[in-house]
């Protein structure tokens, strides 16, 4: 389970492909659509296909588009990611994306942390003479934004060098050499490495009959194989069956409890 994307268990929906329809839960819609970037671009790395769905606007009508307050009749959920591919594709892209979500999201906590460290030094202290608590509080939340926005434009591009600051500016205008610092200092994120544990996991998911259910299949093979022997042993297979309703005998109609069968008319009557 991840905390920043949720994932249903995948379905196969052509013969040999198999799709998931990802969701990203952020409160802040801004920082969903980050993780929703980070899975789009993760997807080209792992072979599958990506799209983003539309969502229909409730409040869309052609009055309103034509006539009133230009409402559109929908748009891209960057909520949501579909991603398909072939099974082996699709598992090892899921366990990427979770750990890449997680490594992305611990570089921007990382840069915040260099951020309170700047805010305490003395050389901030002239670039923070007209900020109070509250305002501190909202420069910090919009430069982890900013962080996090140019640690996923920088997923997969190599190091630009070592970054360097500017002493006259605040922190929270250089966000990008913060992003460079963290990841200069961390490592960068790799997109490609998956665990095979995790992605068998997934695997047995999709294909149940690949691992775990072979042996389920197996079983109940071996089961019917055993109940056909033994109805041949009792002699009900071939011409042998059993009939439903036997013939009558001569004296007159075949009695079974409260029921007898009258062979002329073919029809049930109580018995006397």
């Known amino acids: 389970m991840s905390a920043f994307v949720e994932i249903p268990r995948p379905y ?10 990802l969701v990203f839960p952020a409160a802040s819609k801004s920082r969903a659509e980050q993780h929703h970037d980070v899975a789009w671009a993760l997807a080209g790395v792992h072979g599958v296909e990506a799209w983003t769905p539309f969502k229909v ?27 398909e591919g072939g099974a082996r594709a699709v598992a090892g892209y899921l366990v990427a994306l979770v750990r890449v979500l997680e490594e992305v999201e611990a570089l921007a906590t990382r840069a915040v942390r260099v ?11 002239p ?14 939340r919009v430069f982890r934004a900013d962080v996090l926005r140019a640690l996923v434009q920088g997923l997969g ?15 929270w205008e250089q966000y990008g050499a913060v992003a ?11 997109l490609v490495a998956v665990q095979e544990a995790a992605v068998t996991v997934y695997l047995v998911q999709m294909l149940p009959e690949s691992v775990a259910g072979r042996a389920v299949v197996a079983e109940a093979e071996r089961l019917v ?40 008319r073919r029809r049930y009557a109580a018995a006397a």
């Not at 309103?64 to 409402?71: A, D, I, S, Y």
């Not at 951020?115 to 202290?125: L, P």
């Not at 033994?230 to 042998?240: L, N, S």
């Open 225 to 264: 194989v055993e109940e056909v022997a033994r109805v041949e042993e009792q002699g009900f297979a071939g011409a042998g069956q059993m009939e439903l309703f036997p013939g009558p005998v001569a004296g007159g109609p075949v009695t079974a409890g409260r029921w007898a069968v009258v062979p002329d």
């Open 127 to 140: 670039l923070l003479e007209f900020e109070d608590a509250s305002t501190l509080r909202t420069r910090a």
């Open 157 to 171: 591009a190599p190091g630009r060098g070592a970054a360097v600051r500017d002493s006259s500016r605040p922190l």
């Open 180 to 190: 460079e610092e963290v990841r200069a200092a961390v490592g960068d994120v790799d």
């Open 12 to 21: 196969e929906s052509a013969p040999g492909r198999f799709t998931v329809d």
């Open 57 to 83: 606007n409730p409040r869309w009508s052609v009055y309103e588009e034509n006539w009133g307050n230009g409402e559109r009749h929908g748009w891209q959920d960057r909520r949501r990611l579909t991603v």
């Open 115 to 125: 951020f309170g460290a700047w805010r305490r030094s003395v050389a901030a202290e």
